[in-house]
């Protein structure tokens, strides 16, 4: 990760010197607006992967860099299992029972909100592009398991309780967290104003797991 970000720094800190040696016709700063809209998936590991909805606003720099914008929704999994255990007091029948919640993995409900630069290396009917986004996920997280009520019995008093079913709950971190991506992709010219993109982006995430992205859609 570390590897391809120093990477993609050190080509958009080139773009200078390369722009003056390409074959992009000049255009004036932010001349052409472009929206792209993508779908695809969002995964830390395969067997728990989401999706993604992604619509961006892109305009230009200097010919083959461009400034962009993008909003989104994001499904993702966490499947680090854990197990809870916790006691609660049923008025109904005056006892403290114990539960024990075995967690499979945790949901994610993100929006994510990035800006960002996107270089292009090169223009022709298959254009390859790299791109490189901060951002922040407005995050939202529930679990994903079985709970088993009464499992360690229960008891007329708090005392009685088993040590080890007096712990708290501990807090679910609800996932909000900065984001740092990276990541490469190609655009398949269909006329002057449209195309189709492909992307794939690996996204640091400083609160919850980072993810894999792969991405596909249209350009207009």
Same mark, same amino acid.
């Given at each position: 990760?570390?590897?391809?970000?120093?990477?993609?720094?050190?080509?958009?800190?080139?773009?200078?010197?390369? #722009? &003056?040696?390409?074959?992009?016709? &000049?255009?004036?700063?932010?001349? #052409?607006?472009?929206?792209?809209?993508?779908?695809g998936t969002s995964f830390?590991?395969?067997?728990?992967?989401?999706?993604?909805?992604?619509?961006?606003?892109?305009?230009?720099?200097? #010919?083959?860099?461009?400034?962009?914008?993008?909003?989104?929704?994001t499904t993702l999994y966490d499947d680090d299992s854990f197990e809870v255990k916790s006691y609660g007091y049923?008025?109904?029948?005056?006892?403290?029972?114990? !539960?024990?919640?075995?967690?499979?993995?945790?949901?994610?409900?993100?929006?994510?909100?990035?800006?960002g630069v996107e270089y292009d290396f090169v223009e022709s009917l298959a254009t390859p592009f790299a791109i490189l986004e901060l951002g922040y996920n407005f995050s939202s997280a529930k679990t994903e398991g079985t709970t088993h009520d009464g499992i360690g019995g229960s008891y007329e008093t708090i005392e009685e309780i088993p040590e080890d079913y007096r712990q708290k709950v501990p807090a679910l971190e609800e996932g909000s967290s900065f984001a740092l991506g990276a990541?490469?992709?190609? !655009?398949?010219?269909?006329t002057n104003r449209m195309d189709i993109n492909l992307r794939y982006v690996y996204r640091y995430n400083d609160s919850i797991v980072n993810t894999n992205q792969i991405l596909v859609g249209l350009t207009f």
């Open positions: 990760m570390k590897t391809i970000l120093c990477s993609l720094v050190f080509l958009l800190s080139s773009i200078s010197i390369s #722009s &003056q040696i390409n074959t992009y016709p &000049q255009e004036k700063i932010f001349s #052409s607006v472009y929206f792209v809209v993508l779908g830390n590991t395969i067997p728990t992967a989401g999706g993604t909805i992604l619509v961006e606003l892109k305009t230009n720099v200097i #010919s083959n860099l461009s400034l962009k914008f993008n909003i989104g929704y049923s008025e109904f029948t005056g006892m403290y029972g114990t !539960r024990l919640q075995i967690v499979d993995r945790v949901e994610y409900k993100m929006i994510p909100v990035n800006i990541g490469i992709g190609l !655009r398949f010219r269909l």
